[in-house]
């Protein structure tokens, strides 16, 4: 619902004190964005994995490469299953974020558990306190934050990447400027991100958060009926149910599915039948490029996380 000027939006659905003016919650806004930089490309390095780089990390630590990368290469295999548990804690977590939803009378034990997934969950607005941005909240503003934030930490990774090929060309351009050719030459492609790499990192968050998109993309279709016989959106009291700007909303909650869920499927199964098609044509050796969609499941059941993925949906519509 709305909130006085001032406050924004908080859990259960209550108003919070922004303790800032509006220019200043826009300014951490940037601010935000900007940090988030450095942030994405740590998380495209460690999170980030294809057989590509691999294969240069090994070769980097034959050449006598920095000792980070022999590191590296020795315990990439312990990597990747930490990578692998540390996705599935969090998909879960945002599983229970959902279910949190659920008018329920939960055991206290229960609670503590479910109000720390509520934490890592996907209410942008929330989370960047949306609503201090503007005089004063709106249900229009909050759900228009909560459609296109995906779309802006994609934006962010983008950017990112070309950072990234524009700051490693830099740094070879000078090296070689001051004669070190031989350093200029060993320095290219060391800060440059494989873009199959920023795919894959992209594609990680985008199914660590799957649960909480669906559950976003659903809320606008969640309508409780009040004693005064009025249907309103149970998390926007001051939006009525089939009248007036509700059907804008309804229109951007069906884009939402179609851009972060039904299109997940999409590229999942695409993803991953190519990785049947590597394994069979690899002889079950290798799985070639888009690995990262079956990273750390058997071969046998490489399609596990299309399956998963189906349930959180089921459960987003229980709970709807």
């Avoid at 890592?120 to 249900?139: H, L, N, S, Y």
């Avoid at 559950?215 to 009525?240: M, Q, W, Y």
Wanted: with cysteine.
């Amino acid at each position: 619902g709305l909130c006085q000027p001032g406050f924004y939006g908080g859990a259960d659905d209550e108003c919070l004190e922004c303790g800032m003016s509006v220019w200043d919650a826009q300014k951490s806004g940037l601010m935000t964005a900007l940090i988030m930089i450095p942030i994405v490309y740590a998380g495209v390095l460690v999170f980030g994995y294809d057989d590509q780089a691999a294969t240069r990390a090994r070769q980097l630590a034959l050449e006598g490469g920095a000792g980070w990368l022999n590191m590296y290469y020795r315990h990439r295999r312990s990597l990747q299953d930490i990578k692998g548990m540390a996705r599935l804690i969090f998909k879960y977590m945002q599983l229970l974020a959902v279910l949190s939803s659920l008018k329920v009378t939960w055991p206290e034990d229960t609670r503590v558990g479910l109000d720390w997934a509520e934490k890592v969950g996907i209410k942008f607005d929330r989370m960047f306190r949306a609503g201090c941005m503007q005089e004063q909240q709106t249900t229009s503003f909050v759900l228009l934050f909560q459609c296109i934030a995906p779309i802006g930490f994609l934006v962010i990774v983008l950017c990112t990447g070309v950072l990234a090929t524009v700051l490693d060309e830099v740094l070879y351009r000078i090296l070689k400027l001051l004669g070190l050719r031989a350093y200029a030459a060993n320095a290219r492609g060391s800060i440059r991100l494989n873009s199959m790499l920023v795919i894959t990192f992209a594609y990680m968050v985008w199914s660590c958060y799957f649960a909480g998109l669906v559950s976003n993309s659903f809320e606008v279709f969640i309508c409780k009926e009040n004693p005064n016989g009025i249907r309103t959106v149970a998390t926007h009291p001051d939006l009525i149910c089939g009248e007036g700007n509700w059907w804008f909303h309804a229109l951007g909650g069906i884009l939402s599915l179609l851009v972060y869920v039904v299109a997940w499927f999409v590229a999942s199964y695409i993803a991953v039948r190519q990785v049947a098609k590597t394994l069979k044509r690899k002889k079950f050796e290798v799985r070639g490029a888009f690995e990262f969609a079956v990273e750390c499941l058997r071969t046998s059941k490489i399609y596990w996380n299309i399956y998963a993925a189906g349930r959180d949906v089921l459960v987003s519509g229980v709970v709807a």
